[in-house]
T-cell receptor
């Protein structure tokens, strides 16, 4: 069964610090990997999208990396801000169908002042 | 959440009653999706639509039906709600169904079945 596993489940860091969130997947082959940010009480919003041939993608203070050989991705957040408090969801799309995309259960990040 | 409106945003109902959730989009996107989100689980696809009157089942479709009579509206119906259907429901849209199309999500509808 295709799976997307994220770690840690939750993380608390101080404002201004950096952090890295992990995503391991078993979907193979796959078309693309996306990271979404979900604020409390809101729907997920796309941060980055990477195809299998890309190994890094940045969006402001967010940088996603992808190692297709080890089937791992990470999301690095630099100089965290209080507004970064949210859940971060890793999403993998297999070749088979857009309707078969698989969501990880997310990492809940809390930024403390 | 611009371009997608879900209603109602919150609903409490009793077991056995019918419930309909509505998703309305102003983006004229072809594809629309209904997901549910539960603690410890990733978002799971219930049903999706690839055009007016064209729908298909997702991973967790049992107990749910959908209808799409207009491009802009996608309805999710629970014919007889059960406590296991207590969840947050998200509607999403995409321009195409291709692998590279990004999903845009609504704000969610929180349903509690007592």
């Amino acid at each position: 069964k295709n799976q997307v596993e994220q770690s840690p489940q939750s993380l608390i860091i101080l404002e201004g610090k950096n952090c890295t969130l992990q995503c391991n997947y078993t979907v193979s082959p796959f078309s693309n990997l996306r990271w979404y940010k979900q604020d409390t009480g809101r729907g997920p919003v796309s941060l980055t999208i990477m195809t299998f041939s890309e190994n890094t993608k940045s969006n402001g203070r967010y940088t996603a990396t992808l190692d297709a050989d080890t089937k791992q991705s990470s999301l690095h957040i630099t100089a965290s801000q209080l507004s970064d408090s949210a859940s971060y969801i890793c999403v993998v799309s297999p070749y088979s169908s857009a309707s078969k995309i698989i969501f990880g259960s997310g990492t809940r990040l809390s930024i403390r002042p | 959440d611009a371009g997608i409106t879900q209603s109602p945003r919150h609903k409490v109902t009793e077991t056995g009653t019918p419930v309909t959730l509505r998703c309305h989009q102003t983006e004229n996107h072809r594809y629309m999706y209904w997901y549910r989100q539960d603690p410890g689980h990733g978002l799971r696809l219930i049903h999706y639509s690839y055009g007016v009157k064209d729908t298909d089942k997702g991973e967790v479709s049992d107990g749910y039906s959908v209808s799409r009579s207009k491009t802009e509206d996608f309805l999710l119906t629970l014919e007889s709600a059960t406590s296991s259907q207590t969840s947050v429901y998200f509607c999403a849209i995409s321009e195409g169904g291709g692998r590279a199309n990004v999903l845009t999500f609504g704000a969610g509808s929180r349903l509690t079945v007592l």
